[in-house]
C-alpha cells in the first residue's frame, strides 16, 4: 500500500498546484467508495426500494444533491440482488451522474449521447426526457455493446435507440439535436477509488492519444447540436490536457462554456492556465471535481453552449454498411397471443411502434424512436418477443415492464431461495395454476420475467447476462 501511495504521489504531483487541500485528497483517494445507485422510476418508487432495504438491513444514506440515489453502506454486491435485476434500481459511481445533471435534458428533446456503454448515462438522459423524448445511444466497442443493450432493457427504456459506429464520424444530420453528451475515453485517474481498481501510471503517448481522440468526439459534438443547444464534456481523469486544453483546441467561436452549478455538489473551477500556456477564459466556468471535496471519485465537466457561427464545411461521414435496417414490423401477431396468454389488455400496445430485423426479434418503442438515415441500429427500444420456429416466446425484459398488468398465467414465486434459484438461471419443481407453456414470473412487488413451465417444473428464461445470484445468495 505505501508503495502504491508513492507511486500516485510521483504521477500526481503535477496536479497539486490545483487542489485546495492536498492532506485532504490524500486521505480520500485511499478510501474505496461505496455503492451508489439510483431508483428507476419507470419500475418502482423510492418508498418501495428503501422498505426493501429496510427488511435486508442494508442501509442506505440519500443522495442530497440527486433525488433518488442513495449510498449504499457495506453493500458489498448491489448487482446481485433481485431489485437490480428486476430493473429498480441502476448501480453508478456518485459523481458521474453529474454529467446529466449539467446536461439538464427536456421532455420531448432529442439527444445524442456518442460514448454510451455501459448506459447509465443513457438511462438518465432517456427517463428525463419521457415521454416524447429520443435518446440515440451509440458506441463503438463492440465489447461493449451488450451490456449498453442489457442496461437498456433491464430499465425498461423505450426511447433509446442504440447504434455502433466511430463517434468520430458519425454519420447523423448535423445541426438538429437539442443537446450532445460527451463523456470522453480517458485515462481515467478519478477512478482509482473503485473497489479492485489498480493503479497503473498514464504513459505520455497514451494521454496524448486520448486527447486526440477526445478534440475529434467534441468537434463532431459541435456540428451535429443545433445554435443554440447544449453539449456537455465530461472525463473521469484530472489532466488538464484531456479537460480545459481539449476545450481550448477545439471551441474557439463555435460554442462558449457557460456556468452550471449543480447545489449540494462542492467544485473547484477550472485552470485558465497550464504550464506557460495561457487558456480561454471561460474555462473558469468548467468544474473540477476532486475526490475530497465531495467523498467521491474524480470528475471534469463542462456545460458548453453552441453559437450561430457555422462550422467549415465537410464531406458528410459515409453511411453504416454494418447492419441490415431495422423495417417496420409487418408480423404483429405475436401480440395478439400476448394478449391472450397473459390476459394483457391490448390497449396497451397501442401506443408503441414496432420493429423487426429478418422474422425473429419484434422491438418495440416510442413512436418518436425512429433509425436514423444511414445508421442501422442495434436495437430500437425493448424486444418484446421472439417468433421461434414452432412458437412465440416473450421477452423477460418485456415482461418485467408489462408485469404489473398481467392478469394470466403468473407465478408467484414462495419465498427468496426460490427466487434467487430463478435468478440463477436453474429449474425447480413447483406447482402452479397455470397453463403449460411460457409464464411470468413474480416474487412480490419484483416483476422478475419469463419462465416456461412445464410437467410441474419451471425453468428459468433469464438472459445469461442477469444470472447474478445464486440459491444461497443475499436476495
Not at 442506505?60 to 433525488?67: E, F, N, R, T
Not at 443493450?149 to 426511447?159: K, P, Q
Request: net charge positive; charged share 20%.
Amino acid at each position: 500500500m505505501v508503495q502504491g501511495i508513492r507511486s500516485l504521489e510521483g504521477a500526481f504531483a503535477r496536479y497539486m498546484p490545483l487542489v485546495d487541500d492536498p492532506e485532504a485528497f490524500w486521505a480520500s483517494v485511499q478510501v474505496p467508495l461505496e455503492p451508489c445507485i439510483w431508483v428507476n422510476s419507470l419500475k418502482t418508487t423510492v418508498e418501495l426500494f428503501r422498505t426493501y432495504c429496510v427488511e435486508q438491513d442494508i442501509q442506505v444514506q440519500p443522495v442530497l444533491w440527486y433525488p433518488g440515489a442513495f449510498r449504499m453502506r457495506g453493500w458489498e454486491r448491489p448487482g446481485a440482488t433481485l431489485p437490480f435485476v428486476a430493473g429498480w434500481y441502476y448501480v453508478q459511481e456518485e459523481i458521474a451522474m453529474a454529467a446529466v445533471v449539467a446536461l439538464d435534458p427536456q421532455p420531448g428533446e432529442c439527444i445524442v449521447d456518442l460514448c454510451a456503454a455501459p448506459g447509465g448515462k443513457t438511462a438518465q438522459i432517456a427517463l428525463r426526457i419521457r415521454p416524447t423524448g429520443v435518446v440515440l445511444a451509440n458506441e463503438l466497442r463492440m465489447e461493449r455493446l451488450p451490456g449498453l443493450r442489457i442496461t437498456v432493457d433491464r430499465m425498461g427504456l423505450l426511447n433509446v435507440v442504440v447504434t455502433w459506429f466511430d463517434a468520430r464520424l458519425l454519420p447523423l444530420p448535423d445541426g438538429v439535436w437539442d443537446r450532445v453528451l460527451v463523456d470522453a475515453p480517458c485515462t481515467g485517474e478519478g477512478t482509482l477509488r473503485k473497489p479492485g481498481r489498480g493503479w497503473r501510471p498514464v504513459t505520455e503517448r497514451f494521454r496524448h492519444y486520448c486527447s486526440v481522440l477526445q478534440q475529434s468526439l467534441l468537434l463532431r459534438a459541435l456540428r451535429l447540436v443545433k445554435p443554440g443547444g447544449v453539449i456537455v464534456y465530461s472525463t473521469c481523469t484530472f489532466a488538464p490536457e484531456e479537460n480545459e486544453m481539449v476545450l481550448d483546441a477545439v471551441l474557439g467561436d463555435y460554442g462558449v462554456v457557460e456556468p452550471c452549478p449543480i447545489p449540494g455538489l462542492r467544485s473547484l473551477p477550472g485552470i485558465t492556465t497550464w504550464g506557460s500556456k495561457q487558456l480561454r477564459s471561460d474555462l473558469v466556468y468548467t468544474h473540477r471535481f476532486w475526490p475530497h471535496l465531495n467523498d467521491t471519485g474524480g470528475f471534469f465537466i463542462a456545460r458548453i453552449r453552441r453559437t450561430e457561427v457555422p462550422l467549415p464545411l465537410q464531406p458528410p461521414p459515409p453511411p453504416s454498411v454494418r447492419r441490415v435496417p431495422l423495417q417496420p414490423a409487418q408480423q404483429l401477431e405475436g401480440i395478439r397471443w400476448m394478449c391472450e396468454r397473459f390476459a394483457l389488455r391490448h390497449d396497451l400496445f397501442d401506443a408503441f411502434r414496432y420493429w423487426m430485423r429478418g422474422r425473429e426479434t419484434l422491438w418495440m418503442a416510442i413512436p418518436q424512436a425512429t433509425p436514423p438515415e444511414g445508421l442501422p441500429p442495434e436495437s430500437i427500444g425493448i424486444p418484446l418477443l421472439s417468433y421461434k420456429r414452432t412458437h412465440v416466446k416473450p421477452r423477460t425484459c418485456a415482461l418485467q415492464l408489462l408485469g404489473r398488468h398481467v392478469q394470466r398465467n403468473v407465478i408467484e414465486l414462495p419465498d427468496q431461495v426460490s427466487a434467487a434459484r430463478f435468478v440463477g438461471g436453474q429449474s425447480q419443481n413447483l406447482k402452479a395454476d397455470v397453463e403449460p407453456g411460457f409464464v411470468h414470473v413474480r416474487y412480490r412487488n419484483f416483476e422478475i420475467g419469463c419462465g416456461l413451465y412445464t410437467r410441474g417444473q419451471l425453468h428459468s428464461q433469464i438472459p445469461r447476462g442477469l444470472h447474478t445470484i445464486t440459491a444461497t445468495a443475499d436476495a
